[in-house]
């Protein structure tokens, strides 16, 4: 299964949105990495949200980059309401519990 998961700086208020098989792990890396990238600048991150977006990369890929597209913060804060239901483009995404063991 892969996942689009968003991500938050509280420091900096930034938003991120990403696609991964690990969204738990893949946190770590963007808290951790020693590369100059544009998560690194705004650490620490926090996971917000996860969803399940499919069985290919390519399928979360597709909803990422749709998500990114519509360079839009309210959507990101809308995704992440435990009570928003997504419609449309975002229909297929299933909202799964971050928090893991």
């Given at each position: 299964?892969?996942?689009?998961?968003?991500?938050?700086s509280?420091?900096?208020?930034?938003?991120?949105?990403?696609?991964?098989q690990?969204?738990?792990?893949?946190?770590?890396?963007?808290?951790?990495?020693?590369?100059?990238?544009f998560?690194?600048?705004?650490?620490?991150?926090?996971?917000?949200?996860?969803?399940?977006?499919?069985?290919?990369?390519?399928?979360?890929?597709?909803?990422?980059?749709?998500?990114?597209?519509?360079?839009?913060?309210?959507?990101?804060?809308?995704?992440i309401?435990?009570?928003?239901?997504?419609?449309?483009?975002?229909?297929?995404?299933?909202?799964?519990?971050?928090?893991?063991?």
């Open positions: 299964m892969f996942y689009v998961y968003i991500i938050h509280e420091k900096f208020d930034k938003y991120y949105v990403g696609s991964s690990n969204p738990w792990k893949r946190i770590e890396k963007h808290n951790t990495s020693p590369f100059n990238t998560t690194s600048k705004y650490r620490p991150w926090e996971i917000k949200a996860v969803f399940e977006a499919g069985t290919s990369r390519g399928q979360a890929e597709e909803i990422e980059k749709f998500i990114k597209k519509q360079k839009s913060k309210t959507i990101l804060i809308k995704l309401d435990q009570n928003f239901i997504p419609n449309g483009k975002l229909a297929q995404l299933v909202r799964v519990p971050h928090v893991r063991d």
